[in-house]
C-alpha cells in the first residue's frame, strides 16, 4: 500500500489528460481572410489581423497556411477557378456569341458589387484590387498572371465564333470589366451596377456582329 493512500481523504493524482490542438475550420478561416483582403486590399492585412479574424495564434497559423502570401494565392486560385469556370459555362450555353458576351459582363457586376460582410465592406474583382499597389512582387507576379488567365479565357470563348474580331472584343470586354470593378470598389451596389452593366454589356452587340 502506498503512504498516500494510507492518509484519509488523500487519492492518487488523476493521470494529467494531454491537451488537444485547437480545431477550427479551414473554409470559415479562407472565407474571413478573404473578406479582410477584399476589404483592406494585401498590404493592410497583417499577420495579427488574419490570426484574430481567423481565432488561432501565430503557430498555428503557418502550420496550416504557410504565410500570408501563400494563403492570398490560395484565395486567389480558389476565386479564379470559379469565375474561369463561369466564363467557360457562359460561352458553352449561351445561343449566341453576343448573349454570351453580355452574360460574362452582367456575372462580373453580381460578383465585383459593394456589399456588406464579417470583414468589412467590400467592392471589385479580388484579381483587379486586392493587390493593387502591393509591396509583394511574388504576389503581384501571380496576380498579373491570374489576369492574363481571364482574358485567355474570354479569348478563346470568342474566337470560336468571331475568329476575325477576337482581339477587339477581348479587350472590350476586359474594359468592362476593369470600369465595372473599379465603380464596385467605389461603393456602388449591385441594384445599380447590374443595370449598368447590362446597358455595357449591349454594346457589345455592335462589335459581335457574327453572333
Not at 486560385?77 to 449566341?96: K, T
Not at 457586376?109 to 471589385?124: L, P, V
Not at 474594359?175 to 451596377?193: F, K, P, T, Y
Request: glycine share 6%; proline share 4%.
Amino acid at each position: 500500500m502506498s503512504l498516500t493512500a494510507a492518509v484519509p481523504g488523500h487519492s492518487e493524482p488523476s493521470p494529467r489528460l494531454r491537451g488537444r490542438p485547437r480545431q477550427f475550420d479551414i473554409g470559415q478561416a479562407v472565407a474571413r481572410a478573404e473578406d479582410l483582403f477584399r476589404s483592406r486590399g494585401y498590404d493592410r492585412v497583417t499577420l495579427n489581423d488574419l490570426n484574430r479574424a481567423i481565432g488561432i495564434n501565430p503557430p498555428s497559423f503557418y502550420a496550416a497556411f504557410g504565410s500570408k502570401s501563400l494563403l492570398f494565392k490560395r484565395i486567389a486560385d480558389a476565386y479564379l477557378a470559379d469565375w474561369l469556370a463561369a466564363i467557360r459555362a457562359a460561352f458553352e450555353e449561351a445561343p449566341s456569341l453576343r448573349e454570351g458576351l453580355q452574360r460574362v459582363v452582367v456575372d462580373a457586376a453580381r460578383r465585383f458589387a459593394w456589399r456588406e460582410s464579417e470583414g468589412g465592406a467590400w467592392g471589385g474583382c479580388l484579381l483587379l484590387e486586392a493587390a493593387n499597389n502591393c509591396s509583394d512582387a511574388l504576389v503581384v507576379a501571380h496576380i498579373r498572371k491570374a489576369r492574363l488567365t481571364v482574358a485567355a479565357s474570354l479569348y478563346r470563348g470568342i474566337s470560336r465564333e468571331a475568329p476575325e474580331q477576337v482581339v477587339s472584343l477581348t479587350d472590350h470586354v476586359m474594359l468592362l470589366l476593369v470600369g465595372i470593378s473599379a465603380m464596385a470598389r467605389d461603393g456602388v451596389a449591385e441594384e445599380r451596377l447590374v443595370p449598368l452593366a447590362e446597358q455595357a454589356a449591349r454594346a457589345l452587340a455592335v462589335h459581335a456582329t457574327s453572333a
